[in-house]
């Protein structure tokens, strides 16, 4: 992974500038330390930082074709670009260098913007086109790879941060209250919305096209669940579990192609540990883990995580984490974010990275997406207790109306209560944002194609949901790929790849949540690979100290930012609210430990960071 941005102007105008382009390239410069590079062109620019993780030596960017109408910045892998570059070369394409995303190009030759169905990998990109007068941009299917931008006087900037785009001169710095309110009532925030207004996330398996007519963003992949009353895939169980074995398999062996070392990160539980076990699989030797560990015995997973290293025989490293190293990261956090946070684990991810980079291992793989996949979360429970005690009583007519606004449907539940949650964030809003609730509140705008929801089993419905509300922006955006890269790691993501995630959508209900056991074909599948203890292992959702924690610390910049002056100043939050959380939250036994406890008051002291690290507006007097 490395850091893509560039300018392109939509309209005659001043030629673009070189200074400009490299200041966007410079914000970015932690995503890549190795190399840069810009190229100019009168009405383009692009830059690059790299990461060097595919042939160090010849993988400069940016990257033209043979003629050099075409040029190509990529932040990203393209897992199959072996068989790629064979196809290409046998068709008179010559290559430049051995680096993986040169295919790019000469499949965008071979068959413009329909190349996005030949490509496994995760990659945000941009083409710049110069005899079509164009720019060609997409993100891949789970939207591992980040990609933002925006218009302003004309003229398209992007990046792969918001810092890129807000290095040139003349972007203006607006709070989006839509996505704040999204961080409130949501894992996190949801493409293409992010925290600045104006500044759009290229949602996850889209594409854009940019030209002298304008902007325009299309889908070109999404992951589609069967209805309910089409016939179900006739395979057995042992077949599925076969296939699904397989596919895994394929999709470790393609992650570790790199030329520095791979390693992994090691939670303790089953689909962290059984990446490490199918790596081992796949012939990797002696690798290389790293965990967090607390001295809270309610969220320490040592144990679990010293038994699975013994088990496996990596060179394991254990980062112990405690409140001082939680306070001292955090600002540090939110400025990579992007946003406010709704728990402090980022702190963890972000001391992982450190260490993984510190360790000399630049590329690590996790677990990320088996939960949303095969139904790993608490809520696929809840919901299955809820069916089994029969047909649900009809929702009050207020949570009706948002439901159906939201999911074509009043009868999906997702998570809490959205009518009473409306309350909740009413009523921590400042005086004067409340009055205009009603126009920036998220259920205003949609989030999801209804029509992926409708004839679905429930099951399925919360799985395409978590993936489009939690995994893309938040699990693999903030709490992923910005931790990353913070310190110049590249993540990789098995359970990713789209040929296991199609296969997944393509399993019966039955087969990831049977009875009442979560992720039941992966277990199945890990029951030759790892020990029972951890096969058998309840989900232990990744939890760290919050703010209740903090509060009690008497920490000076947390009671500052928290403090009535500061709140009033900044302007977005109820003063009154806000002292009430502080008042339950120094409670001696209040911890908020729990993965479905809500931590509003962390989203009000790390908006409270973002407001200041960005410099937003403030509102108040």
């Avoid at 990109?125 to 980040?146: H, K, Q, T, Y």
């Avoid at 630049?362 to 919901?383: H, Q």
Wanted: proline content about 5%.
């Amino acid at each position: 992974m490395c850091g893509i941005c560039g300018v392109f102007r939509i309209n005659e105008g001043e030629p673009v500038s070189r200074a400009a382009v490299e200041a966007m390239t410079r914000a970015i410069a932690h995503r890549g330390p190795d190399d840069s590079g810009v190229a100019l062109f009168e009405r383009a620019a692009l830059g690059f930082r790299r990461l060097s993780i595919i042939d160090l030596d010849t993988g400069h960017q940016p990257l033209a074709n043979e003629d050099e109408t075409l040029w190509l910045v990529c932040n990203g892998e393209i897992y199959n670009h072996r068989a790629l570059r064979a196809e290409l070369a046998a068709r008179g394409h010559r290559f430049r260098t051995r680096t993986d995303v040169e295919v790019l190009l000469h499949l965008y030759e071979e068959l413009g913007e329909a190349m996005l169905e030949r490509l496994n990998g995760q990659f945000a990109f941009a083409i710049l086109d110069r005899r079509r007068g164009r720019l060609f941009l997409a993100r891949d299917p789970f939207g591992v790879a980040p990609l933002f931008y925006t218009v302003t006087g004309g003229t398209f900037l992007f990046g792969s941060e918001i810092k890129a785009i807000l290095a040139h001169p003349g972007v203006e710095r607006r709070v989006d209250m839509t996505g704040l309110d999204q961080v409130l009532a949501l894992p996190g925030l949801v493409s293409p919305r992010t925290m600045f207004a104006g500044i759009d996330s290229l949602p996850p398996g889209h594409a854009l096209v940019v030209d002298g007519e304008g902007v325009r963003s299309r889908p070109y992949w999404d992951l589609v669940y069967p209805d309910e009353a089409v016939p179900a895939d006739p395979r057995s169980e042992d077949r599925f579990r076969e296939e699904l074995a397989h596919r895994l398999t394929e999709a470790v062996r393609r992650r570790l192609q790199a030329d520095v070392p791979v390693g992994a990160y090691l939670s303790g539980g089953l689909d962290s540990s059984l990446v490490v076990a199918l790596m081992r699989a796949c012939g990797a030797e002696a690798v290389e883990t790293f965990s967090i560990a607390f001295a809270d015995a309610l969220l320490d997973e040592r144990e679990h995580q010293r038994l699975m290293a013994a088990h496996l025989g990596s060179r394991h490293h254990e980062i112990e984490l405690d409140g001082a190293g939680i306070e001292r990261r955090l600002r540090t956090v939110v400025r990579h974010s992007e946003c406010p946070v709704r728990e402090s684990y980022n702190t963890a991810s972000f001391a992982l990275s450190a260490a993984a980079r510190a360790a000399g291992v630049p590329v690590v793989l996790s677990g990320e997406g088996a939960d949303e996949l095969f139904a790993g979360y608490v809520g696929y429970r809840y919901d299955a207790f809820r069916r089994a005690r029969g047909p649900a009583a009809p929702p009050a007519p207020r949570e009706a109306e948002l439901r159906h606004r939201l999911w074509g449907d009043d009868s999906v539940f997702y998570e809490r209560s959205l009518a009473d949650h409306e309350g909740v964030r009413r009523g921590l809003y400042a005086a004067g944002v409340a009055d205009g609730f009603e126009a920036f509140e998220f259920t205003q705008f949609r989030l999801v194609d209804p029509e992926r929801l409708k004839g679905r089993h429930p099951l399925h419905q919360r799985a395409y949901l978590d993936l489009k509300l939690r995994l893309g922006d938040h699990l693999v955006g903030d709490h992923g790929d910005r931790m990353l890269l913070g310190n110049a790691v590249e993540g990789r993501f098995p359970f990713l790849d789209v040929e296991v995630a199609e296969l997944a959508a393509r399993m019966p209900p039955d087969l990831k949540l049977n009875g009442f056991t979560e992720k039941y074909i992966l277990k199945q599948v890990a029951r030759p690979l790892l020990p029972a203890g951890i096969v058998e292992r309840e989900k232990h959702s990744f939890r760290a100290p919050g703010s209740p924690q903090l509060l009690r610390a008497g920490i000076d910049w947390v009671e500052d930012l928290l403090s009535s002056a500061t709140i009033r100043r900044h302007g977005y939050f109820d003063v009154a609210a806000v002292e009430a959380l502080k008042a339950g939250h120094r409670a001696s036994d209040m911890a908020l430990a729990g993965p479905d406890e809500e931590d509003l008051l962390m989203i009000v002291l790390t908006f409270g960071l973002f407001v200041e690290e960005f410099d937003m507006p403030r509102l108040g007097a």
